[in-house]
């Protein structure tokens, strides 16, 4: 039984930093595991990936620069470290895992198997 629980959104003013966190239990080990992002009428969108091993590691043009995957296989986390916040990161963030096992980090949703509930980030101008 996989589960992923989202933490460490809030509401912060443009250029502040979040760090986001995913706890992870079940069998994810060794599956790539990715952040998407999705604000309201929007479509779901990749924001960050990395692979089991915590390397390479796949960030979105949109936030390239600002922001950094990274994993803890030792305490089963993944974090999404977010910094010069802008209002249109204001999103849903979820943390989503593969079920393949293959060095490749996609970008569309489908492609993940397993979501969180996500964390809202919310960042004011």
């Known amino acids: 039984q996989v589960q992923l629980v989202e933490s460490g959104g809030g509401l912060v003013q443009a250029g502040d930093s979040l760090r986001l966190s995913c706890a992870a239990s079940?069998?994810?080990?060794?599956?790539?595991m990715g952040w998407f992002r999705q604000a309201p009428g929007k479509e779901r969108e990749f924001v960050a990936g990395i692979t089991w091993k915590g390397g390479p590691t796949n960030v979105a043009d949109a936030v390239k620069g600002r922001f950094t995957i990274s994993r803890d296989n030792t305490k089963n986390m993944v974090y999404l470290e977010m910094n010069n916040l802008k209002p249109e990161d204001t999103a849903v963030y979820y943390c989503?895992?593969?079920?393949?096992?293959?060095?490749?980090?996609?970008?569309?949703?489908?492609?993940?198997?397993?979501w969180g509930q996500g964390t809202q980030v919310t960042v004011s101008s």
């Open positions: 989503a895992l593969r079920r393949k096992l293959e060095v490749t980090i996609p970008s569309m949703p489908n492609e993940y198997a397993y």
């Open positions: 079940g069998h994810t080990l060794i599956f790539t």
